[in-house]
């Protein structure tokens, strides 16, 4: 396989992907590239991946019990760490129980690989996380897509469907900003044999879950946590079931215990609410701006601001003059979004401060003319 090629082509269209190194600690203000810049693409949206309190906690956990689980859950690596922030998380969401993961790539095919035997068939919004997507094919399940958060589409098909199957949705889609309608989809699927499964990677500890009983619920631990990992919870025998039948949980060894301190940590700190209130405001303070200037953004009352600009080409040109301004944004291009839909998804977080969102915006707007 001619693989230089196959880059060339996506150099071409401007598709081509590269990695900016970061000579500082993940925060608003980085060093990436040799370059001071303000960062408004990091998922860290409570601005906890640099806590003192959760640094602090990571130490003490190091110190307790090492550097690594050294094994999988089910044999050597689970640890009273591991078993303490599950009994958080299942806490925190309100759910019988918990179970971690080290991703949310990991947890969402492990639930798909659990479920191989138990489900004929998935639906998923259009515009689900590529996690989702791939969970369905890696165990050749019959999946249809109905329109991006549309519940009359997703009735449609749901009504040709027999058997036991899976409505799956993000909750906050990841590269448009909006929300899906829980409780609506709740609505349609409740007299179905269907099985409610959510995303919530980029709304926990920001947005409070909503989750229907007897449904499943992923978030990561990564994003708005400040950490790392990803956990699903549901009743306890959906949780045995998966301690059982998931592969990637099985064969995976175990996140490091001292992470587990640390993001039990970072729950303290989300249920303070303190981060979440900076985080909302900012949010809103955005749009506020953003709106007076004129800029088209997508509509989205999340951290996930979306600016589409159509051609990669594009969006690459604003991104790059942006970085050279100081401003570390991302552009996004397909296969991630859309064909003719590329665009620069702007993220807050809690610890931005109004003239940086300021002066942003109008670094944009010239960027754009």
């Not at 060093?31 to 640094?55: E, Q």
């Not at 249809?144 to 409505?167: A, D, I, M």
């Not at 269907?194 to 990561?220: E, R, V």
Request: aromatic share 8%; charged share 20%; net charge neutral.
């Amino acid at each position: 396989m001619n693989f230089s090629k196959k880059i060339s082509d996506l150099e071409r269209n401007h598709l081509i992907r590269s990695r900016r190194v970061a000579t500082s600690a993940q925060s608003t203000r980085m060093v990436i590239d040799d370059r001071d810049v303000i960062n408004f693409c990091s998922n860290d949206y409570l601005s906890l991946a640099s806590h003192p309190k959760i640094k602090e906690a990571f130490i003490k956990g190091v110190k307790k019990y090492g550097a690594g689980s050294g094994a999988s859950h089910l044999v050597s690596g689970h640890s009273k760490s591991h078993k303490l922030l599950e009994e958080a998380l299942s806490e925190f969401t309100g759910q019988e129980n918990a179970l971690i993961f080290s991703s949310g790539y990991s947890a969402n095919l492990g639930i798909f690989s659990a479920l191989r035997d138990e489900i004929k068939w998935a639906i998923q919004d259009k515009l689900n996380h590529a996690s989702l997507i791939d969970g369905s094919r890696l165990i050749g399940l019959p999946t249809q897509r109905y329109l991006h958060n549309n519940l009359e589409s997703l009735n449609s098909k749901l009504k040709k469907q027999t058997g036991p199957g899976l409505v799956v949705t993000d909750n906050v889609f990841s590269m448009d900003g909006d929300q899906a309608n829980i409780a609506g989809i709740d609505k349609i699927i409740n007299k179905t044999d269907a099985i409610l499964m959510q995303d919530d990677a980029h709304g926990f500890g920001i947005f409070n879950p909503l989750i229907p009983k007897d449904s499943i619920y992923m978030a990561t631990l990564g994003k708005a946590a400040g950490v790392m990992g990803a956990f699903v919870s549901g009743n306890n025998d959906f949780i045995e079931f998966l301690i059982q039948k998931s592969r990637p949980y099985t064969y995976t060894t175990a996140i490091p215990p001292g992470v587990c301190q640390a993001i039990l940590m970072s729950l303290e700190i989300i249920i303070n609410g303190e981060q979440k209130e900076k985080l909302l405001k900012n949010i809103e303070f955005f749009k506020t701006v953003s709106n007076q200037l004129g800029l088209n953004f997508k509509d989205s009352n999340s951290a996930i601001q979306p600016l589409i600009v159509g051609s990669s080409s594009k969006a690459l040109e604003i991104s790059s003059s942006l970085f050279d301004s100081g401003f570390f944004v991302s552009a996004i291009r397909p296969p991630t979004v859309p064909p003719d839909t590329a665009r620069l998804r702007f993220t807050l977080s809690a610890n931005h401060q109004s003239d940086e969102i300021v002066s942003l915006l109008e670094k944009v707007k010239n960027a754009m003319a």
